[in-house]
């Protein structure tokens, strides 16, 4: 069940639509609305943009997923390929290159889970691409006329040649590598000294954002323009990505945590009061099991609210209680009549019966780990007559 269905509706297609598919819809539509065909149809390009942004949002399968669950789609990491896509399509070699576009830039950035749980203001300096200040971006000294590229006369591109299959040759646009797909290049002498024609300085820039309380591994916060700048384009946005650090008490699966704790043999059969675990925000959590209680091997508690923050409430906190039992010779020391009184007794179901025969079998310590190391010898050949008996002897 997917939240909205507008983006496939607009490329004709059911939520449940291959990648192919989505692929073949959008070229069919995008043929069709394309503005350049339709150029007495003022809603053409409109409708193509519609279209361009709906195959941007489900070619890719994480801003698709996001698109499914939530209705909206964070496809800041879906670069080029609708890009591409169009190229190949639509490129017409004695139009201008295309303005260049500013794409977002996206950082993983490590959190801990008493960030997430706390919230935390994050500052810290960046160094970034920003627009020359002497050229103001055009590269060039003041009144530098730029030269049309020679190698590409001013076109941007080049066409090269790609293999598509066995004996099919295309060729292809690339961006001029003299240039770097401009169509126009800089005299060396007429470079901008500041920027050496590059059109672009580093500068360092502060930056800071609040992770907020409910925030969660994998989300993302966008600094709109606070990307590199490039010349002739909207600045590019910066988006971090949260990436939480493994903790050393705390599991975490959605919003709820887990931890482990152990409990004695006492404990386990007679209850407890016990500090089980400081919190993310410093809290020291006490948990009391009554006496009359006993709490199995492996046994899980559930603390209600007492997992991650969510915008209203909290998740849970899950208590795997691990039982340890006394060491390996303890009972030697104690009344083993007294305990046998005060335990349960043996299931008599499982006494030896009167007369039953017995076989007595030793045993050895060993783990789960050894489980498997005996290989049954490879099954013989039968022929029709039966079991094979020939041996060889050696
Ligand atoms: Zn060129
Ligand atoms: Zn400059």
Known sequence: MVAETELYDLLGISPNASQSDIRKAYRKQAISCHPDKNPNDPAASDKFQKISNAYEVLSDETSRESYDNFGTADNSHAGPPMDDFMNSFFFDLNRPPP?????????????????????????????????????????????????????????????????????????????????????????????????????????KKKISFDIKKGMVDGQRIRLQGEGDEVPGAKPA???????????????????????????????????????ICHHLDGRTVKVSVPQGRVIQPNETLCLRDQGMPLSRGFGDLYVQCEVEMPSGYWMK??????????????????A??????????????????NFGR????????????????????Q
Do not use: W
């Open 99 to 203: 303005a260049p576009k500013a794409k977002d830039q996206v950082v993983d950035f490590d959190v801990t889970l008493e960030d997430l749980y706390n919230g935390k203001s994050v500052h810290f300096a960046i160094e970034k691409d920003v627009i020359c200040k002497l050229c103001s971006g055009s590269g060039g000294k003041k009144g530098a006329k730029p030269q049309t590229c020679g190698r590409c006369s001013g076109k941007g591109h080049v066409l090269s040649s790609r293999q598509l299959g066995p004996g099919l040759i295309a060729q292809m646009p690339t961006p001029c590598p003299a240039c770097e797909g401009e169509g126009v290049k800089i005299k060396d002498k007429s470079k901008c000294r500041k920027c050496e024609g590059h059109k672009t300085t580093k500068a």
């Open 237 to 275: 946005s910066l988006v971090f990505r949260l990436r939480t650090k493994k903790h050393d008490t705390f599991r975490v699966s959605g919003y709820d945590l887990a931890i482990n704790i152990k409990l004695t043999l006492l404990e386990a059969l007679s209850g407890f009061e016990k500090i």
């Open 333 to 350: 020391l104690q009344d083993r009549n007294a305990l046998a009184k005060l335990l349960p007794n043996p299931d008599p179901k499982n």
């Open 374 to 393: 005996t290989h049954a010898p490879p099954p013989n050949d039968f022929d029709d007559d039966g079991p094979s008996t020939q041996c060889t002897t």
């Open 352 to 369: 030896i019966q009167e007369g039953e025969k017995t076989e007595n079998v030793k045993y050895e310590t060993s783990s789960m780990s």
